[in-house]
């Protein structure tokens, strides 16, 4: 008889520690889907203000040249290929120098300059322009061309 409680009160302590167990693994596994389901939400939310934000960019009138730290043409928009009259393959890689020219002569140093008068190069010969730079900062606070 002894034995037999001794079996029965070890049988309820693993019952009662497998149902302990299931609770805590079912409100982990609650835990989980919120936090993947509000995870999913901000991945959604960022990939509409990326979406967003290119087609501002996209539709922008005015050239956009965006450049390494080196002056290395990193990417442009739809306005830059159509001044130059060159593909997004052919500007990206390019050295900005190579395109912009001072109106007055003389080479351009594109890491120091804010604003001024210039040419740049075209499929069809120079074309002025007044170029205007800002340094990006790409989130971290850090410059990032």
Do not use: F, M
């Given at each position: 008889m002894a034995s037999e409680d001794f079996l029965r009160r070890r049988l309820?302590?693993?019952r009662k520690a497998r149902?302990?167990?299931e609770r805590l693994l079912e409100e982990r596994s609650r835990e989980l889907y919120y936090i993947n389901q509000a995870l999913?939400?901000?991945r959604d939310d960022t990939i509409r203000a990326k979406v967003y934000l290119d087609n501002i960019i996209a539709s922008m009138n005015d050239a956009l040249f965006v450049l390494?730290?080196?002056g290395t043409i990193k990417s442009v928009n739809r306005?830059?290929?159509q001044?130059?009259?060159f593909g997004v393959a052919t500007l990206e890689g390019t050295r900005m120098g190579e395109l912009l020219h001072?109106?007055?002569g003389g080479e351009i140093n594109v890491q120091d300059m804010e604003s001024l008068d210039a040419e740049i190069e075209t499929r069809h010969g120079n074309?002025?322009?007044l170029v205007s730079t800002a340094p990006f900062y790409p989130g971290s606070g850090e410059e990032g061309g």
């Open positions: 309820d302590r693993e149902k302990e167990a999913e939400h901000s390494t730290e080196e306005s830059a290929t001044l130059t009259g001072r109106s007055e074309v002025p322009v």
